[in-house]
């Protein structure tokens, strides 16, 4: 009979495999309770029945803690539980927040350059408007759009 090691199988796959074996001993003890009903065992299997259905329950109901990064080996990262936070290193929790850090400074610098060329191109416009050899009435004309799209000589 070929055995799969527990440690190359998948967790979907194991507990696929325990609720068939779960199946299969259920039935096994259902078919031999209607054989011979003997009282004293079937308050133990009931009561053995209540313990596994809370125990489910419970196990269902409380969420699995996820590991936190706590600091690295070589080049490999060492996880650990979130409930030592005092004892991470200061550099090491200040060094989580870096990416947001370089995250923001980044969309700063992209705000103030986008900014600066709007008030360049701003700057431009009216640079051009002043230097320019029409009087300002002109610039009321309906077309005034017109004669600048126009090609001066």
């Keep these: 009979m070929n055995q799969i090691p527990s440690s190359s199988r998948s967790q979907p796959g194991a507990d696929a495999a325990q609720a068939r074996f779960a199946m299969r001993v259920a039935a096994a003890l259902s078919e031999h309770q209607r054989g011979a009903p003997n009282p004293d065992i079937e308050a133990r299997l009931s009561f053995a029945h209540d313990q596994a259905l809370s125990a489910a329950r419970s196990a269902r109901s409380t969420p699995a803690a996820a590991p936190a990064l706590v600091g690295s080996a070589g080049n490999s990262a060492v996880l650990g539980g979130g409930s030592d936070f005092d004892a991470t290193p200061w550099w090491l929790r200040l060094g989580s927040l870096l990416p947001l850090a370089l995250l923001l400074a980044?969309?700063?610098?992209?705000?103030?350059?986008?900014?600066?060329?709007?008030?360049?191109?701003?700057?431009?416009?009216?640079?051009?408007?002043?230097?320019?050899?029409?009087?300002?009435e002109a610039y009321r004309d309906r077309g005034f759009v017109e004669f600048l799209k126009t090609a001066r000589p």
């Design 106 to 136: 980044g969309l700063m610098l992209i705000d103030s350059r986008y900014t600066r060329s709007q008030i360049d191109a701003a700057a431009e416009v009216d640079a051009a408007i002043l230097a320019d050899d029409l009087p300002p």
